[in-house]
């Protein structure tokens, strides 16, 4: 049984799928992580996002990410979702869930994933307003 639950998806992503994969035992900590579209950004108002990506390569450096965590900080398991395609205010684009035995390790291991998918992870996001759209995040 694998250790990691990586996915990209145009699917709604579901919380409850990934703090069922992270539940083992033998973890006294779950920590998640749950990015949400919101309505604003700097003084603009959003309408949507649009999260695009190359998927064979995200998927491969999301899997990184996971394998890295579970060696640096000790944890049992992680699961690192994200979504691709058009998303509404209130949509849900990332969930980062990780099962440790102690709770220091799982919040270090999450917050490590999040900042290291978001410098790393080829998934790119466009900004959409009333008066126009932007593309942001966009690297590698």
Same mark, same amino acid.
């Given at each position: 049984?694998?250790?990691?639950?990586?996915?990209?998806t145009s699917e709604k992503?579901?919380?409850?799928?990934?703090?069922?994969?992270?539940?083992?035992?033998?973890?006294?900590?779950?920590?998640?992580?749950?990015?949400?579209?919101?309505?604003?950004t700097q003084s603009k108002?959003?309408?949507?996002?649009?999260?695009?990506?190359?998927?064979?390569?995200?998927?491969?450096?999301?899997?990184?990410?996971?394998?890295?965590?579970? %060696?640096?900080?000790?944890?049992?398991?992680?699961?690192?979702h994200h979504a691709e395609?058009?998303?509404?205010?209130?949509?849900?684009?990332?969930?980062?869930?990780?099962?440790?035995?102690?709770? %220091?390790?799982?919040?270090?291991?999450?917050?490590?994933?999040?900042?290291?998918?978001?410098?790393?992870?080829?998934?790119?996001?466009?900004?959409?307003?009333?008066?126009?759209?932007?593309?942001?995040?966009?690297?590698?």
């Open positions: 049984m694998s250790n990691t639950s990586i996915k990209i992503l579901r919380l409850e799928e990934c703090y069922e994969f992270v539940t083992d035992d033998s973890c006294g900590g779950i920590v998640a992580f749950v990015g949400t579209v919101r309505n604003s108002e959003v309408t949507q996002l649009d999260f695009s990506t190359y998927k064979p390569m995200a998927i491969k450096e999301m899997q990184q990410i996971a394998e890295i965590a579970i %060696k640096k900080f000790a944890i049992k398991k992680i699961a690192i395609g058009m998303l509404q205010i209130g949509d849900i684009p990332v969930i980062i869930t990780v099962g440790a035995p102690h709770r %220091k390790a799982a919040f270090e291991a999450c917050e490590f994933a999040i900042d290291t998918l978001k410098e790393t992870v080829p998934i790119w996001k466009k900004e959409h307003f009333s008066d126009g759209e932007v593309w942001v995040n966009a690297h590698p």
